[in-house]
């Protein structure tokens, strides 16, 4: 497990909305982080946020992140505060952005990731992003039980870095060498902390 950090999610959420004219739709947030993460493992060894993803009907789903874009009651002080003064519900479907975006706790790698899949992602609905998850075999591998015989499953970083037969997308058509290279580095990275910090 990689170490979570609530401020990254919740200004990463806000990034999209901004990026949307300040609301955006919950599913389709989710679904572009999804990309943003895919693509900053897959091009820097990384993860953005750190979150647990889960496989579900409409594709992977980062689950704190989730939480954090519902303004869930599990939210901790901390979290609520931050997340209301920057993000706020607007329905049971979208929330918008309250405040500037803040670049602060993100790399230039991470936000080229953010913006880079923006720009081929964000003209699709939630529901198209749903679809073009389920071409990827982080999800695929799981199209048999989902939703048929289980609501979710436990998603695995390491199966980020697999290429789907064809690439739909050049974004995340990455050098298979290079890939190699990163995917070691995100063991030794994840592994590393699970050192430090225990978890």
Known sequence: MLVFKFQKSIQLLNFFARLEGGT?????ALKLMWAAERLHLRTHGLTIVNDDFYAMK???VPSFTK????GCNSLSEEEAAYRNDNIQTVSDYSFKS?????DSYFS??????MESSYSIFGQYDGFELADI???YPEW?????????IISRADMDYIDFFNDPKEHPFKIFQQDPDSLIFLKDYFIEQTTFNKAIYNV
Do not use: C, R, W
């Open 98 to 102: 309250n405040e500037l975006f803040d």
């Open 108 to 113: 230039a790698n991470a936000i080229n990731s």
């Open 67 to 70: 939480d954090m874009a519902e």
């Open 58 to 60: 409409y594709g992977p």
């Open 133 to 135: 998850t389920h071409l």
């Open 24 to 28: 955006i739709n919950k599913l389709k």
């Open 140 to 148: 695929s591998k799981f199209s048999h039980v989902i939703p048929q």
